[in-house]
Antibody, heavy 118, light 106 residues
Framework: QVQLVQSGAEVKKPGTSIKVSCTTS????????INWVRQAPGQGLEWVGW???????GYAQSLQDRVTMTRDASSGTAYLELRSLKSEDTAIYYC????????????WGQGTLVIVSS | SYELTQPPSVSVSPGQTATITCSGD??????SCWYQQKPGQSPVPVIY???RRPSGIPERFSGSNSGNTATLTISETQAVDEADYYC?????????FGGGTKLTVL
């Protein structure tokens, strides 16, 4: 079955960086987009960006100066790096697989809690 | 930038029909989808391409999209359907989420 397993929770200080991983299995990693979505405590979903199998990326305008998405096809793992962390980056970060049946996300990781605090 | 508007909350009695709307400019020209999120869990798609149900989603979930409004309808609502619901579209290669609607079954 399709699975997306994310790295564990992290606590970071403002101004530092974080790299979250999303290890996939159960499908062809090279045939689907990976998207990242975040959710601040008690808030709604916010799209962070996407990465196509080709490596082409698209980022939310509000984050594009601080975010980088990469992938390692050999291990089926996608990565999200966010730099110059701010307290407002505190959120659960989800990776999500793009569906081949329509422009939606059919499988999601369990989420990674990132806390930014001094 | 494109925006989607959802009511913050909707209440429904068990067995009744719940209707959750999502509004955006010419939304009917885009494919909409809906996610259900329960506390402490990751979102789960319940409707995609406006009206299609993923496998495993009960038939009581249905969707439509026309004009400026997409609608998620839950027939014969059950207590297990209590959750947050988010609509989502793509616009100019970016993903847009609605603000979410908390569905209360009481």
């Amino acid at each position: 079955q399709v699975q997306l397993v994310q790295s564990g929770a992290e606590v970071k200080k403002p101004g530092t960086s974080i790299k979250v991983s999303c290890t996939t299995s159960g499908y062809s990693f090279s045939s689907s987009d990976i998207n990242w979505v975040r959710q601040a405590p008690g808030q709604g979903l916010e799209w962070v960006g996407w990465m196509k199998p080709s490596g082409i990326t698209g980022y939310a305008q509000s984050l594009q100066d601080r975010v980088t998405m990469t992938r390692d096809a050999s291990s089926g793992t996608a990565y999200l790096e966010l730099r110059s962390l701010k307290s407002e980056d505190t959120a659960i970060y989800y990776c999500a697989k793009g569906s081949d049946r329509g422009p939606h996300f059919d499988y999601w990781g369990q989420g990674t809690l990132v806390i930014v605090s001094s | 930038s494109y925006e989607l508007t959802q009511p913050p909350s909707v209440s429904v009695s068990p067995g009744q029909t719940a209707t959750i709307t999502c509004s955006g400019d010419k939304l009917g020209d885009k494919y909409s989808c809906w996610y259900q999120q329960k506390p402490g869990q990751s979102p789960v798609p319940v409707i995609y391409r406006d009206s299609r149900r993923p496998s495993g989603i009960p038939e009581r979930f249905s969707g439509s999209n026309s004009g400026n409004t997409a609608t998620l309808t839950i027939s014969e609502t059950q207590a297990v359907d209590e959750a947050d619901y988010y609509c989502q579209v793509w616009d100019n290669s970016a993903v847009i989420f609605g603000g979410g609607t908390k569905l209360t079954v009481l």
